[in-house]
């Protein structure tokens, strides 16, 4: 399967003006707890904020930062700065207040749309720094943006114009901005929205990530608004409990889920009473799913649970497991469209059965690292993007993941996965969460350490000894932790993945 994007290409009018010029103006497109907005609606919505932004001073290819709670006014302004012929920065609304100015320096950002808590840390942004603050609370911007005009024409972009810039999920320096162009956005959807989940217009999405993840904006934005489907938008933090509740409100057909979730929503009290009989699937991404973990899901609520794997630098999911043919444990094979492959630290390819680094192409790659001349050069090599994830792959073209190249084990001259161990010791009954991350000891040996989350809290020497002959018994005996540490909770990053950088340095 090969989609190509058509050389004049605004993702707003493909996203959102096509389906009001195709006469689905009056569906649904958006849920949230204080009604729905239909597609004419969003269209409105998103024509008065581009307006806005031009009658601000924004220019075709200057950049603007959206950082607020998910809602109406996020998907208007994110369609508005499209039309307007401006590049989307999408920022986590929670960033502290004191990186804020550095970002902005960074991005170059002509303006920034924001509203909910991110916009304390805006209004204090210096006038000097050349960045104009909307903010959506602000009852005069809301009257300027209600007073401007409803009607707006796309910018007449080119499938290979900056679009939206994402952010890295590294656990290390500065978050990466990633730059993709309009064409990346469309072609996924075509290959993974609709080719892979079969996306609908009787579809209702979900998500636990917010929008500025490029996982959620796809699953729970994009993907439904190419065939005038709806999504479910609430602007809260997401727990189990506010999940439940919108899936008991809004009968959701497609959740898009993380492993941190699933297993927050298997251990609530109330799982067995929940009905999500409305999902015909779920997806998971963002970390690894242990099996244990697939397991449990399955057993708790029954929906499909598809397995994947996607980065920023390719914006989306390119190795999926499919409806009907789910390999609990790996990421199931590749999205056709994309060429994965596996190879050594020398570039040549891994056999089957061995880990090898992940190399992916496809129309969906990114076009750099913003101002990381040299990090670009390491990531983007040709038509592939270099990956620092290692995987294995089965004889028949399922990818199981190992882990990043940077937490890949070597003890006792042999390699050991952490995900291995890690859904081992979850299938351990005391067991809530885990993390394992290795740590050289004093001769400069690396040893595997498991941080635990125990399920009725607590912790003691006698059962970090039970958890260590739990691994023994279960896998090869090199595999097991050589300590056992337990913690409330654990560390993770601003995207949301468990810190194993901060683990490792506070591990000695």
């Not at 060429?339 to 040549?348: H, K, T």
């Not at 038509?383 to 937490?407: H, I, K, N, T």
Request: glycine fraction near 10%; aromatic fraction near 8%.
């Amino acid at each position: 399967m090969h989609y190509r994007a058509p050389d004049s290409l605004n993702i707003a009018r493909h996203f959102l003006d096509d389906r009001v010029e195709e006469g689905r103006g009056g569906r649904v497109a958006l849920r949230t707890d204080s009604g729905a907005l239909t597609y004419d609606d969003v269209r409105v919505l998103s024509n008065r904020f581009g307006n806005a932004l031009v009658d601000a001073g924004v220019q075709p290819e200057e950049r603007v930062i959206v950082s607020m709670p998910d809602g109406p006014d996020y998907v208007g302004a994110l369609f508005g700065i499209l039309k307007a012929g401006a590049v989307v920065v999408m920022v986590n609304p929670d960033l502290e207040p004191e990186g804020i100015e550095a970002l902005c320096a960074y991005t170059g950002a002509r303006a920034a749309v924001v509203g909910g808590a991110a916009a304390d840390g805006f209004r204090e942004v210096p006038s000097g720094a050349g960045t104009v603050v909307l903010d959506v609370d602000d009852a005069r911007v809301t009257e300027a943006i209600a007073a401007s005009s409803p009607e707006l024409d796309p910018f007449p972009a080119h499938r290979d114009d900056a679009a939206i810039w994402l952010f890295s999920g590294g656990t290390t320096g500065r978050p990466k901005a990633v730059v993709q162009s309009h064409a990346s956005y469309a072609n996924t959807t075509e290959l993974y929205g609709k080719g892979v989940l079969e996306v609908s217009e009787d579809d209702i999405t979900v998500s636990v990530p917010k929008l500025y993840f490029g996982y959620a904006l796809g699953s729970n934005l994009f993907f439904p608004f190419s065939v005038g489907g709806s999504a479910v938008l609430f602007a809260e933090r997401c727990t189990a409990d506010a999940l439940f509740e919108r899936i008991a409100r809004h009968r959701p057909t497609v959740l898009v889920n993380v492993p941190t979730m699933i297993n927050r929503m298997v251990s609530h009290p109330t799982a067995s009473e929940q009905d999500l009989s409305c999902l015909r699937l779920a997806t998971s991404a963002g970390e690894a799913l242990p099996p244990e973990l697939h397991r449990r899901w399955r057993e708790a609520f029954g929906v499909e649970l598809l397995d994947g794997l996607g980065t920023a630098e390719m914006w989306h999911i390119f190795l999926s497991n499919r409806p009907g043919d789910v390999r609990p444990g790996t990421l199931g094979r590749a999205v056709p469209g994309f060429d994965v492959e596996l190879r050594d630290d020398a570039g040549a390819p891994v056999p089957d059965g061995e880990p090898g680094r992940l190399w992916v192409r496809g129309d969906s790659r990114a076009t750099c690292y913003w101002q990381e001349p040299e990090k670009s050069r390491q990531a983007f090599r040709g038509e592939w993007y270099v990956s620092g994830d290692m995987l294995r792959r089965d004889q028949d073209g399922y990818f199981v993941y190992c882990g990043r190249a940077d937490d890949m084990l070597k003890v006792s001259g042999k390699w050991l996965s952490p995900g291995e161990l890690e859904d081992c010791l979850l299938r351990h009954e005391a067991v809530k969460e885990v993390a394992v991350v290795g740590v050289p000891d004093a001769r400069g040996l690396v040893k595997p350490v498991a941080f635990v989350v125990l399920a009725g809290g607590g912790g003691s020497e006698s059962l970090g000894s039970d958890l260590q002959e739990f691994a023994r018994r279960h896998l090869q005996p090199y595999k097991y932790p050589r300590e056992v540490r337990f913690l409330k909770d654990l560390p993770r990053t601003h995207l949301g993945k468990v810190d194993r950088g901060l683990l490792s340095r506070e591990a000695p």
